[in-house]
């Protein structure tokens, strides 16, 4: 069964960091470029950042520049999104998402339609 399982979520006080996983069962990640979406209750999802199949390219939503960081391990089978200095408008569900062919993201993400696989999702949860 081809899946891809998010973990690393949880709830952490504002100025702290999680490190969230991605990792794809069923199938190798070498050839997929990854993305990270969340959503918040009563919002609309929304990209956060992704990463090239070969890992040489990266892009990030305006808001994320600077405090996340996306790296992949193709090894691993695993993508991971390092969050720091989090702010309770981060808490959302994250998602990942991996989606064939795209070998640069430099330009930007490609969009959520596009991509082949989806997880199901962690919580992440920014409160004091």
């Known amino acids: 069964q081809l899946q891809l399982v998010e973990s690393g979520g949880g709830l952490v006080q504002p100025g702290g960091s999680l490190r969230l996983s991605c990792a794809a069962s069923g199938f190798t990640l070498d050839y997929y470029a990854i993305g990270w979406f969340r959503q918040a209750p009563g919002k609309e999802r929304e990209g956060v950042s992704c990463i090239s199949s070969s890992g040489g390219s990266t892009n990030y939503a305006d808001s994320m520049k600077g405090r996340f960081t996306i790296s992949r391990d193709n090894a691993k089978n695993t993508v991971y999104l390092q969050m720091n200095s989090l702010k309770p408008e981060d808490t959302a569900i994250y998602y990942c998402?991996?989606?064939?062919?795209?070998?640069?993201?430099?330009?930007?993400?490609?969009?959520?339609?596009?991509?082949?696989?989806w997880g199901q999702g962690t919580q992440v949860t920014v409160s004091s």
């Open positions: 998402a991996a989606v064939v062919r795209i070998t640069t993201v430099q330009a930007m993400c490609p969009k959520a339609p596009l991509y082949d696989y």
